[in-house]
Structure formats: C-alpha cells, structure tokens
C-alpha cells in the first residue's frame, strides 16, 4: 500500500508524486548508477512509483538501459514501478516520428529487447510529428497497443486542441506537459482545464523549474560551465535576476507555512486538481523523499489564495526554450512541409551536441 495519496494510471495505482529520471543518463554531468539506483530505490520506497522516462534521455536508450539495469539488480520493484516512457523520436534526424508507424514499432521493439519481461505501461509520443496530423499519431499508438507493444497510450507537450483531437480516436490515459509555478501561460491552463474535466492524469514535467524554484541557482555561476540550461531564456542576464528575486519571494511564502520552496511549489502542484501529478527529478534520496512528502502538505484557503495571488502578479521573465524550440511546445498540428523541414535543421543544428535538448 503506498505511503501517500495514489491514483491510477494504466489501471495500476501510482503516488500522487512521481519521478523524473531525465538527469540520471542525460546531464551536464550525470551521476554514476550507484548514486542513480539510490534516488530511483528513494523515490518508489517514498511511494513515488511512477518514473518518467524517454527514449532521447542520453544515447542509445540509455534512461530506458538504466531502468533495465536497476529492475535486475532490484526484482522485487518490478511490479511496484508504473512505467511511463515518451518516445516516437527519431534521435539521429532530431525529429518527432509518431505518424511513421515502422518507425515506432521498431523503436518499440528495441525498448523491449532492453526491458524484457517489464511491460511499458504508458507509452507516447514526445512530441508532435510536424508531418503527421494528430488523428494519424494517434491511430498509430492505438495500433500498436493493440499490438501489445504497451498497456496505455499518452499524450505530451500538447494543446486542449490537440488534446480533444487526440481523445476521439485513442483513449489518452495521461499527459505530459510542463506545469510549476514559474509556467502558467494559457495553453498550460486549458490543458489543466482539460485533464480536470476529462479526469485524466496531468504528469507535469519540469515542476520545480529545472531547479530554480528549488533555489539551486542564485547565480548564474551556480550552473555548470556547459550547462545546457544557459541557452534557456529564464537563465540569461536580467531574466535570470528577476527569477532569482521571484523565487526570494516564494522563499518567504514557504517560511511563513513551515516548508521548502521545493515543497511548496510541488504542493501547490498537486492541489491544482485531484488529477495533477508532479514529477521531480534529484539524484539525492533525501530529496527524492522531501519533495515526495509535498503531497501530504495541505494549503488553508488564505495560503492558496496568496500563492495564486503571487503567481498571477508575478510572471517568470523569459520563454520556457530557447526561441528555435518554441514551435514543438504545446503547439497545434499545423506545423506542415517546408516550414516543418527548416525547423527541423535549425534545431538539428542546434542539437549537434548531446546535450542540448528538445526536452
Ligand atoms: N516531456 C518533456 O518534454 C519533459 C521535459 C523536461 C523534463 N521532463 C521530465 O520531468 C522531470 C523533471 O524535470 P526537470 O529535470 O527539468 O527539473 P525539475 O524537477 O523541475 O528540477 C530538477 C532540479 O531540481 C533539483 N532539486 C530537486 N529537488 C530538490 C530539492 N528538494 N532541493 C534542492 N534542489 C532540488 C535537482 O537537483 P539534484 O539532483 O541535485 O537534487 C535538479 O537540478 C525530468 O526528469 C523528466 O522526466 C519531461
């Protein structure tokens, strides 16, 4: 029985906090697998039982090997992790594939060579293919779970338009897009909207806003010399300053309840609705098991009222990715021929190095 509040994703019930596996394999500088095996051992033990994994997170499935590695040396965990892996990507091009249903099926194959008897249970495509109408996508995951490639089909860094697109022809059992305090422009909220109303799980990546409002960066020289998180606008000069000064903010708001700001800001997350579920990453277990424990934190209507009064008067400054990724971002299906084909080779280019990222 887990230790927190649950809900159920692909008919198996999961942690209201999950865990992002992102950093373990795909890093400036990735830790080693006793140190990744102790995090992920944390999260399922604090009850954070759903993982987010991809098949882009570092070379050659590396995110996906890893999870294969750790299952092994850990059977007893097989049947306790949900798994939830975003894939349809096709990593030498840099380009979303979900409307070319050989392509995936082999990509499907391969992780299950990797993961043998440990069945996906949600697969989805990472983002949108700019070639494929979303109705096709879609008819294509329905195919191949009926193939029996996975048990439940997802949605990603997708809109409510889309969403609604996607619904009428492939029963969407999560979706996974961004969601914290620092990100809460419209397509965000109507896609919250939608997960409310249809009662589908909302898995919201990047909750504490790649670290910042965990308050690991107060300047600039915090991150890593190769950081890739120094392309992103919220990172750069006077956007970086004002962020750090927001989250000072929220820091005296969590003071004020006895909390973290991690805790607050993933508190906050599962009290948007009963369907929210925040998946943090860390590679540390008293983290992991911290930021899992932010789910039994309960906000008065007073301390709701002055965290939403704070985040509506007080935006992030700077877009989510950089300017050249905006296009894939919760972006309707209207991303066509050529215009898609020069996206795509501006974000190639952009993409020479490991590990600059699309996610
Ligand atoms: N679908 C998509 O396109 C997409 C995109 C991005 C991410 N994701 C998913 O979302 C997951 C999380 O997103 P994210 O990795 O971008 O960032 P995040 O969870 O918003 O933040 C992670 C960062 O916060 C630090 N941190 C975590 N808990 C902390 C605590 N209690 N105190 C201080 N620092 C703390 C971590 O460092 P330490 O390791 O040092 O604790 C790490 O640097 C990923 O793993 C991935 O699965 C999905």
Redesign the pocket.
């Known amino acids: 029985m887990s230790i927190i509040p649950t809900l159920k994703i692909a008919g198996k019930n999961v942690g209201r906090v999950g865990?992002?596996?992102?950093?373990l394999t795909w890093a400036d500088q990735p830790p080693s697998q006793e140190v990744s095996f102790a995090?992920m051992k944390a999260a399922v033990d604090a009850g954070a039982n759903c993982w987010?994994?991809?098949t882009i997170?570092g070379p050659d499935n590396a995110n996906v090997r890893l999870i294969a590695a750790f299952l092994k040396k850990y059977p007893e965990y097989k049947e306790k992790v949900v798994l939830v892996i975003?894939g349809c990507h096709d990593q030498g091009a840099w380009l979303p594939k979900g409307g070319d249903i050989d392509f995936v099926r082999r990509e499907l194959k391969e992780l299950k060579e990797i993961l043998g008897d440990k069945k996906i249970d949600v697969y989805l495509p990472?983002?949108l293919d700019p070639n494929a109408s979303v109705e096709k996508v879609f008819q294509n995951m329905v195919t191949l779970q009926k193939e029996g490639h996975f048990t439940a089909i997802g949605a990603?860094?997708i809109n409510a338009e889309s969403l609604e697109r996607a619904a009428k022809v492939a029963p969407i059992s999560l979706v996974?897009?961004?969601l914290?305090l620092f990100t809460q422009d419209e397509p965000i909220r109507k896609v919250l909207d939608w997960s409310t109303k249809n009662q589908i799980p909302y898995f919201a990546?990047?909750?504490?806003?790649?670290?910042?409002?965990?308050?690991?960066w107060k300047s600039i020289e915090d991150l890593p010399e190769n950081s890739r998180l120094k392309s992103f606008p919220w990172f750069q000069g006077e956007a970086f300053e004002n962020n750090v000064k927001l989250v000072e903010r929220l820091d005296v708001i969590a003071k004020k309840k006895g909390v973290?700001t991690?805790?607050l800001a993933l508190a906050w997350i599962t009290q948007l609705s009963p369907y929210t579920l925040p998946?943090?990453?860390?590679?540390?277990p008293d983290?992991?098991r911290?930021?899992t424990e932010s789910v039994n934190i309960k906000f008065t209507p007073e301390e709701l009222d002055e965290i939403n009064t704070f985040v509506a008067n007080n935006k992030a400054v700077g877009d989510r990715y950089p300017k050249h990724l905006l296009p894939f971002l919760v972006s309707p299906s209207t991303i066509q021929g050529i215009e898609c084909w020069l996206l795509t080779a501006t974000t190639a280019d952009a993409m020479n190095e490991p590990n600059r990222c699309?996610?």
């Open positions: 865990y992002g596996l992102m950093q995090a987010s994994s991809a997170y975003k990472a983002r990603g860094e996974e897009n961004e914290s990546y990047s909750p504490l806003g790649h670290g910042f409002l965990a308050g690991r973290t991690s805790q998946i943090p990453a860390s590679t540390k983290r992991v911290a930021n699309l996610f």
